[in-house]
């Protein structure tokens, strides 16, 4: 009787130890009512990205399911494979977010814009996703956010039959992006230590956006893509210093349970010519190629 007993009891604690423990949600638990319409890409471009801008557009072309248009915004045409949206027509520049972090210090701004390891053009590359699909005209109210380094090696589908998204996890962890956060947004944190928002493109959708941005603005009382520029620590400012995939892969999960997580296989790779060749069969879903390497 006592045997038996004991392993109950130890039935009971093992039960108790994979309980899972709810989800804190800052802003209650909200459900969004996804578009079924088709995905439109964009790929926001710098000039030094040019390199594997084409091999980017036409592993899309051959491997991403469910697209529509491909449009690359950068400040000046880098290709003719793929729609062109020019940058200056979105309602923030380089000078505008570095008067915004250095409020309106005209010296600490111009210094950082004219200095060689400003972080200007990387800090904006992030707002002109997430403001994509609103500024891009007759865009998608989903929009898939591909780093123009990325090449997908295998079919992709990046939402579920009823429109939910799915995501890539990472593993990087880089603490001044989480520190950006809590400035950003009382209660937006990683919601799961082994997993990162940075897997080099995101399926960013109208309804989430929309209600993140109603939050920065109550928070902030000022437009979204001021109050991220003002949450940049100065300290900061010429590292990595805020992360648009964090952000919303964070509270999408903090707000929603309509999220869906998987581990796909990348690798990053100095030649990405060589590498379409040399990983094809080896399971990879997507390379990226950065320019450090």
Request: glycine content about 4%; aromatic content about 12%; some cysteine.
């Amino acid at each position: 009787m006592k045997a038996f007993l004991f392993v109950l009891a130890a039935l009971f604690v093992v039960g108790c130890a994979k309980k899972e423990v709810p989800l804190p949600r800052p802003w209650g638990v909200h459900r969004y009512e996804f578009s079924m319409e088709p995905i439109d890409v964009v790929v926001p471009c710098a000039t030094k990205d040019k390199r594997t801008l084409d091999l980017c557009i036409s592993a899309l072309k051959k491997q991403a399911q469910g697209i529509r248009r491909i449009i690359v915004v950068s400040k000046e045409p880098l290709t003719d494979q793929a729609e062109w949206f020019d940058e200056a027509l979105y309602p923030f520049s380089k000078e505008d977010i570095a008067r915004v972090i250095f409020s309106d210090n005209g010296a600490e701004a111009k210094s950082f814009l004219e200095s060689p390891k400003t972080r200007a053009g990387w800090i904006l590359q992030q707002l002109l996703k997430l403001y994509a699909p609103y500024v891009i005209p007759d865009i998608s109210s989903n929009v898939l956010i591909v780093d123009a380094d990325v090449m997908l090696m295998e079919p992709v589908a990046f939402r579920t039959s009823v429109g939910e998204p799915y995501f890539n996890m990472g593993t990087e962890y880089h603490p001044p992006y989480f520190a950006h956060m809590a400035r950003l947004l009382p209660g937006l944190r990683r919601v799961v230590q082994e997993h990162s928002g940075i897997t080099h493109y995101m399926l960013f959708q109208r309804p989430v956006l929309t209600d993140l941005f109603a939050h920065l603005k109550m928070h902030h009382g000022v437009e979204p893509w001021i109050a991220l520029c003002r949450s940049i620590d100065p300290e900061e400012v010429y590292g990595s210093c805020l992360s648009e995939y964090e952000i919303y892969f964070n509270f999408i999960q903090l707000r929603s349970d309509q999220a869906h997580l998987r581990r796909q296989k990348y690798i990053d790779v100095p030649d990405p010519r060589a590498a379409i060749i040399q990983y094809e069969h080896q399971g990879y879903s997507y390379i990226t190629s950065h320019l450090y390497l």
